[in-house]
């Protein structure tokens, strides 16, 4: 395979791998070339007119305009190509994610913590199925992280007070290094993991084996009624807090008129922010949870709250 | 001698320390420069050592983040970023433009100064225990996180770059108002140009790194958030502030060294820089559209998608009058009548290095790619190759070239030969591998990595001994011209310039009378085959 | 000495200023919705353009002053322009 | 260098020098631009995420300190322009008052500026200090605050090293009004208008927002 006879490269293992390896062979030999001919012409106009060595030089001041013209709009003509070529690859990196399957992943100093819907948790490794996208949900609970797979040629920023959607997919089973890109701190170099690329058979046996206690949603659940959420939000409150059944997914009309969509974000920011954005005709009265729940409680509790949408209010 | 030369006009420390002479500006710039080019290079040769081996052996991985980030910081400000323009520039524009001095030598002086104190600002959080973020400063590690001494180093960074503004200010006005009669614009040296453009930059690009680092101190000091996503601030915001400047900056430490290659070239090859308007103009594209690239670090960030593709037209775009350089300086070559003295050697390296520097950089504009690369050694290897290969080869080709008309005295061309040999070697031995590291998904900043990375490691911490080495030879051969090196005459290399038209050294006003410009830059006799004098 | 009178033009140029004050504060407090704040950053940027053509004399400047003065003006307008639209379009969390 | 020149051996003549010296100003000046654009862009960027509290916390601000003061900076930059005029003219000691009037104009600047942060103070909006505003804009507001006393800070240290620097080209003045010094006032004029020009752009995003609402 041609991939395969680029030096010192490793074939991606993601359905766009592939093009990620094209493009990077068609750079090596675009710029082979340039710096071939280069060193070329630097060696053949060394020895050629060496001091001394006699040859004719006349007639060196000739016009050189038409030169000029030339290599630049080449060179521009090539540069926009690769650009536009790198650039189709890279919306197909980022696409907006497919994948049923979702996965949270939380990045704190100095580790992966990730967590399967079915409430399976683990950490500094990530099992997935192969030919099945995954919709990777990252959130950082203190520094900027970045989460880089090389062999899948796949990398994104995490950055803390947001969280990121990113689809990976593999294509091939096997092991793969999970790297920590961004400078994180002291053990920055040791924040690294393995992905776990699994058969779908395989992967569905490794979920059941890991007999996960609670689903994260229950798990959300108890939180819920541990953090005292429900003493609010709970069917039989006397506070006159919104109601959470059938929230996630709904537009939701804010105490300054505008209107958002009851999201991840929202919810997590109500969580952490909850004078940020309130609900028309509710009273600012909930306590910040800032500092009190940790980036994997909170996205237990979203979980939660989204399983609640399916229930009627 | 009619006239003493302004080294010997006097001796006493006072006439060093509050000169106003560019000359003896240039000279101390010098003397501190080398300090931390030391400082920042024995921490490189640390981490070099450090990461021959896959484990932690030497040092912690705390004491591992405070050597790079020592490194870094002081090369980039403390080194590269004054290197040419204070010390050649300083010494040679106003020779080459036929004035007395800068427009504002007390400027001049107090820019010294201010560098000097910014150096030991941050030379004192250094030894105070260090600063453990990167030469970024990302948010919000800096600001909550890191238990080091950030407030005082960018402190210290914050005074340096009053420093470069100032020599910025100074060199503009200078070009614009201090040319000899009949030095117009198209007649200066590329040289001038392409100090001209770096002052453009750091002139308009360092007032945003002050505010951002003021920024940043405030955050940390008083607690309160700029770049907090706790009360909806956005660390983004910071790396688009810093880039905006640190971006430029990268061209703040290239286009000097540019400028030095046009001279070289020119010399060496007895002819004048072909397509001299396009060149000149180059800089100052490059100067201008190198604002508009800074997002290229932030591919992989979130920042937006239409940001991204921005960015990345954007700086394939700044690499079309680079190309354009590159193939002039080829050009210049061709039926020239070429003499390889060392600082040719350098200028020969530095179009291979720069080139290679140059090509990686589009790899790392093209966006796809860049996901897999960035952060990684791939471009730890590709800033290398511009800053080491390109930068760093032209100031000592330059340092070689200008020598005797600083000193007055020649050096060993044997000995420059050698060292510019191994530098090239030693560097490519350095920094080549480091691009297969980042190829095979190294990421940077790693103090333990993964075993099967090390085969390339162990080469590249080889071929770093050979450049530290290589690197300390100049010491020798130039310290030993400095007192028994023969007299230079006032013009070794027949060049036309007008710094050459002056004696070596030159006296403290520089010309004995105003020299007129009658004539374009680079009219080298052509009937010149005499072998070089110190040859 | 006591012969000297503020040139006229410099007068002038202060009870504009002044005038164009009054007016910013006024106009703030009419409810224009989102153009209120459009309103203001023009008549700010007339007072400043005041400013540097009459008190800062770059009226009766050659162009080579000018340039130095726009290039400031044309930089800022670069890091506003390509740094917010990162923040503007970027696509909801 | 030669005595009795007047002026530095790099120059051809005074006027030489002077105009060199324009020049400089006014790369200074964009450096200056600059140094307020990151501010300026830090504000836009948290303005657009959060419209509604930078509105809200822009009521909080001192409108009328803020008004007095854009006036008062108006006319002193009036006063130093009229300053220049008359000691080209010759005017020596009108010049000399002039400064005088706009050095207390910005003296009188600065002190209000003082009173209205020992305001803000006691209305608990220092970020890092005090700091309590109604929710639910209280996150937005504090960014406002934040950048608000940064960017006025760093406006009122220009205020300072203007005010000096009139200080003491009005007392050399006293002596002599050479061709010298007359360079010398043209160069801090253009300084004190420009800190004057910044002053009504911050004024603008400052004070005028949300003014309309609530």
């Known amino acids: 395979m041609w991939r395969e006879w680029i030096p010192f490269w490793k074939p991606g293992l993601s359905p766009y791998g592939g093009d990620v390896d094209l493009l990077f062979a068609g750079l090596l030999l675009a710029s082979s070339l340039v710096l071939g001919l280069l060193i070329f012409l630097l060696l053949l106009f060394c020895v050629r007119y060496r001091a001394g060595n006699p040859v004719d030089r006349g007639n060196h001041d000739s016009k050189s305009w038409h030169w000029e013209v030339g290599w630049t709009s080449a060179s521009l003509v090539i540069f926009l190509l690769l650009f536009v070529w790198g650039a189709s690859v890279f919306l197909e990196i980022y696409r907006t994610p497919q994948g049923e399957l979702s996965v949270f992943v939380v990045a704190k100093q100095w580790m992966w913590k990730v967590q399967h819907t079915g409430g399976q948790a683990e950490i500094n490794s ?52 999970l790297f920590c890109a961004e400078y994180c701190g002291t053990d920055h170099s040791g924040m690294i993991g393995e992905i776990v690329a699994m058969e779908p058979a395989d992967y569905a046996k490794w979920l059941n084996d890991q007999a996960p206690a609670n689903s994260l949603a229950r798990e959300g659940g108890a939180l819920f009624r541990e953090f005292g959420c429900s003493g609010c939000h709970g069917a039989n409150s006397s506070v006159h807090a919104p109601p959470l059944e059938g929230l996630y997914g709904k537009p939701v009309p804010l105490a300054d008129g505008s209107i958002v969509t009851a999201d991840d974000k929202y919810i997590r920011d109500s969580i952490l922010l909850p004078r940020s954005q309130v609900a028309a005709g509710y009273q600012p009265l909930m306590p910040s949870f800032e500092g009190k729940v940790s980036e994997d409680q909170l996205l237990r509790l979203v979980v939660y709250i989204k399983s609640l949408a399916d229930h009627a209010p | 001698m009619t006239e003493p030369d302004y080294l010997n006009s006097s001796y006493t420390l006072r006439s060093w320390f509050l000169t106003t002479d560019h000359k003896r500006i240039a000279i101390l710039y010098f003397a501190s420069l080398i300090a931390f080019f030391f400082i920042g290079g024995a921490a490189a040769t640390a981490i070099r050592i450090e990461l021959a081996t896959p484990q932690a052996d030497l040092v912690s991985s705390d004491t591992y983040n405070r050597l790079f980030t020592m490194h ?62 990167g030469w970024t400063f990302y948010t919000p590690f800096s600001t909550l996180y890191s238990n080091s001494y950030v407030i005082i180093a960018v402190t210290g960074i914050f005074i340096a770059g009053f420093s470069s503004i100032l020599t910025g200010l100074n060199f503009i006005v200078t070009i614009h108002r201090l040319r000899a009669p009949g030095l117009t614009w198209y007649r200066l040296p590329l040289f001038v140009w392409s100090l001209y453009a770096t002052s453009v930059i750091l002139v308009l690009a360092t007032p945003v790194l002050a505010i951002t680092l003021v920024l940043l101190a405030t955050e940390r000091f008083f607690g309160v958030g ?120 350098y200028a020969l390296g530095f179009l291979g290095l720069f080139t290679i520097g140059g090509l990686t950089g589009l790899f790392l504009a093209c966006l796809a790619f860049d996901v897999h690369a960035t952060d990684t050694y791939f471009v730890v290897a590709h800033f290398h190759y511009i800053m080491v290969g390109g930068m760093v080869t032209a100031y000592f080709g330059g340092l070689h070239y200008w020598w005797p008309k600083i000193t007055g005295r020649l050096y060993s061309e044997y000995w420059a030969r050698t060292a510019a040999v191994l530098i090239f070697f030693g560097f ?92 374009a830059p680079y009219q080298y006799r052509t009937d010149f085959t005499a072998e070089p004098q110190n040859a | 000495m006591m012969g000297w009178r503020p040139p006229l033009v410099l007068v002038a140029s202060w009870l504009g200023l002044l005038a164009l004050l009054a007016l910013t504060v006024t106009l703030a407090y009419l409810p224009f919705g989102s153009l209120n704040s459009t309103v203001a950053i023009v008549i700010a940027a007339i007072k400043a353009a005041i400013i540097a053509a009459f008190f800062m004399e770059l009226w009766d400047r050659g162009p080579r002053l000018l340039i130095f003065a726009g290039a400031g003006l044309f930089w800022l307008g670069l890091l506003l322009w390509l740094g917010l639209m990162d923040f503007i379009t970027r696509a909801p969390a | ?88 003219a010759g005017a020596r000691r009108i010049c000399i008052m002039l400064l005088i009037g706009a050095m207390l104009l910005g003296l009188l600047f600065l ?42 800070s760093i406006h009122a240290i220009h205020m300072m090293i203007g005010i000096a620097v009139l200080a003491a080209l009005a007392i050399m003045l006293r002596r002599t009004a050479s061709t010298r010094l007359c360079a010398a006032l043209r160069t801090a004029a253009l300084y004190w208008h420009f800190v004057d020009a910044i002053w009504i752009v911050l004024f603008a995003l400052i004070y005028l927002p949300g003014r309309s609402g609530a």
């Open chain 1, 126 to 177: 990530l099992h997935m199925p192969v030919h099945r996208p995954m919709r990777l949900v990252m959130a950082s609970q203190d520094v900027i992280h970045s989460f880089f797979v090389p062999a899948l040629r796949l990398k994104h920023d995490v950055v803390p007070g947001r969280y990121q959607s990113l689809e990976i997919e593999a294509v091939t089973a096997g092991h793969y290094h």
């Open chain 2, 72 to 133: 870094g910081v002081i090369m980039v400000w403390f080194f590269l970023i004054p290197s040419i323009p204070n010390t050649l520039g300083n010494f040679i524009v106003p020779l080459m433009i036929g004035a007395r001095d800068l427009a504002f030598p007390r400027l001049n002086l107090l820019s010294w100064y201010l560098f000097v104190a910014g150096g030991c600002v941050t030379l004192f959080a250094i030894v105070a225990g260090g600063i453990d973020t």
């Open chain 2, 226 to 345: 700029i770049f907090d996503p706790k009360i909806g601030g956005d660390p983004l915001l910071f790396q688009h502030l810093f880039w905006f400047y640190s971006h430029p900056a990268v061209y703040i430490m290239i286009l000097p060294g540019m400028g030095v290659v046009n001279e070289l070239i020119s010399c060496f090859s007895r002819k004048p820089v072909f397509g001299y308007k396009f060149v000149a103009w180059a800089s100052l594209a490059i100067a201008a559209v190198g604002f508009l690239v800074w997002g290229h670090h932030m591919f992989v960030s979130g920042q937006s998608l239409l940001a991204s593709l921005v960015f990345s037209f954007m700086s394939f775009i700044v690499a079309v009058p680079s190309a354009i350089k590159v193939f002039n300086w080829t050009a210049t070559l061709h039926k020239g009548s070429l003499r390889f003295d060392a600082p040719m050697l």
């Open chain 2, 428 to 519: 490519n031995l350095t920094f080549f591998p480091q691009f297969v590291l980042g190829a095979e998904g190294m990421p940077r900043r790693y103090h333990v990595y993964p075993p099967e990375f090390q085969v390339w490691n162990v080469l590249s911490s080889g071929g770093a001994t050979i450049l530290a080495a290589a690197y300390l030879l100049p010491m020798f051969y130039l310290g030993y011209s400095l007192f028994f090196g023969s007299r230079a005459p006032a013009n070794p290399w027949d060049a036309p310039g007008l710094e050459w038209q002056t004696s070596s050294p030159p006296p403290e006003l520089n010309f004995e009378s105003q020299p007129v410009v009658t004539r």
């Open chain 4, 1 to 88: 260098m030669p005595e009795g020149r007047g002026f530095a051996p790099q120059y051809a003549s005074v006027q030489h020098r002077d105009e060199a010296a324009e020049i400089g100003i006014w790369v200074f000046l964009a450096t200056e631009l600059l140094l307020f654009g990151g501010l300026l862009f830090a504000y836009f960027v948290y303005r657009h995420a959060n419209p509604a509290a930078f509105a809200a916390a822009s009521r909080h601000t001192d409108i009328v300190i803020g008004t007095a003061n854009t006036a008062i900076l108006l006319t002193s930059s009036f006063l130093v322009a009229c300053a220049v005029d008359a000691l080209q």
């Open chain 4, 111 to 152: 002190s209000l500026k003082a009173t209205e942060y020992a305001g803000e103070y006691h209305e608990h909006l220092v970020p890092g200090i005090n700091f309590s505003f109604a929710p639910p804009l209280a996150d937005g507001a504090e960014l406002f605050f934040t950048i608000y006393f940064v960017a006025t």
